[in-house]
C-alpha cells in the first residue's frame, strides 16, 4: 500500500510540474481557436485543457479501482482458505 501511495504521490507531483502536460489536443486547439471571437480565450483555453484532463483521467480510475477491488478480493478469499485448511488440518 505504501509502494502504490508512492506511485501515485509522484505521477500527480510530475502531472502538476511539466505544463505540457496540460496541453490540448491539436484538434480540439484548432477548434477553439477557429471559433473564439474575443479575448476571453485564457479562460476558455484551461476550461477546455481540464476537460481533457478529466476525460483522460477518468478510464485510469476506474481500471486502478478495479484492479485494486479485485486484488483486495484475491487476498480476502486467499485468506478465508488458508483460514479453512488450517482449521481441517
Known amino acids: 500500500m505504501r509502494k502504490a501511495s508512492l506511485v501515485l504521490f509522484v505521477f500527480l507531483l510530475i502531472s502538476f510540474l511539466i505544463p505540457e502536460l496540460f496541453a ?3 484538434m480540439c486547439r ?3 481557436e477557429s471559433n473564439l471571437q474575443n479575448q476571453s ?3 476558455i ?30 487476498k480476502k478469499a ?12
Request: aromatic fraction near 10%; glycine fraction near 10%.
Open 45 to 74: 483555453g484551461r476550461t477546455i485543457n481540464a476537460g481533457i484532463l478529466y476525460m483522460l483521467a477518468m478510464p485510469y480510475l476506474l481500471v486502478g479501482t478495479l484492479g485494486y477491488l479485485w486484488y483486495k478480493n484475491k
Open 24 to 26: 490540448q489536443c491539436p
Open 41 to 43: 480565450g485564457v479562460s
Open 30 to 32: 484548432m477548434t477553439v
Open 78 to 89: 486467499e485468506l478465508l482458505e488458508s483460514e479453512e485448511n488450517a482449521h481441517l488440518n
